[in-house]
């Protein structure tokens, strides 16, 4: 499912050294316009809804706009290395037809509202207890640690890659079950298996 975000974009956007203003409604489905202020050119920017992520690129679809869909965002297209999660949305600009598909130059977070996340359940103390299930929302660092999206709760716990039984690998929208345990730096899913 693809619907607007209804959330106003931003008023700047810092683009290739320089500075995106907005402008108003794109004429593109999806699209906003911005005006770059060193060369007065208009710029097409889309917002775009993550719908898988990985170690390397996420893909994601143009809001509001069909012909757009799995449009490939990378390190190179915010500058920097980001972490995304399935749902969230982003701004794209630049988007270029290349060899495996769309893939955006640029892109800027665009948080949209949450639910307000429940609390985790208690760690427990063994892996015998009641078990969750939810799906692998992110995945980080070379695929040794995630984060998994635990259903019902709106939040997401952390997972290391050695806490998957029977040589299970962490993969991005994968369902899994775990128990709730706990790390140094807190809970944690631990004895996850795939589902």
Excluded: C
Excluded at 7 to 18: C, E, F, M, T
Excluded at 95 to 124: D, H, M, V, Y
Excluded at 133 to 159: K, M, P, S, W
Excluded at 162 to 179: I, Q
Aim: aromatic share 6%.
């Amino acid at each position: 499912m693809n619907t607007h975000h209804h959330q106003a974009p931003p008023r700047h956007l810092d683009y290739a050294g320089g500075r995106l203003n907005f402008a108003g409604r794109g004429r593109a489905p999806g699209a906003y316009a911005y005006l770059d202020t060193r060369t007065n050119v208009a710029v097409e920017v889309f917002a775009l809804t993550i719908t898988s992520t990985g170690s390397l690129f996420s893909l994601g679809d143009v809001v509001d706009n069909t012909a757009l869909r799995s449009v490939k965002l990378d390190a190179a297209s915010f500058g920097q290395q980001t972490i995304l999660h399935i749902g969230q949305h982003v701004l794209v600009a630049g988007i270029e037809n290349a060899i495996n598909g769309p893939r955006a130059r640029s892109a800027w977070l665009f948080p949209a509202p949450k639910p307000t996340p429940a609390p985790l359940p208690k760690p427990r103390s063994n892996t015998n207890g009641t078990r969750l299930t939810g799906r692998i929302a992110t995945v980080a660092n070379a695929a040794t640690f995630g984060f998994i999206e635990i259903d019902g709760l709106h939040t997401n716990i952390f997972v290391h890659a050695g806490a998957l039984t029977g040589g299970a690998r962490l993969v991005a929208g994968d369902r899994v079950s775990f128990a709730i345990g706990k790390n140094d730096r807190g809970p944690a899913a631990v004895a996850v298996r795939p589902l």
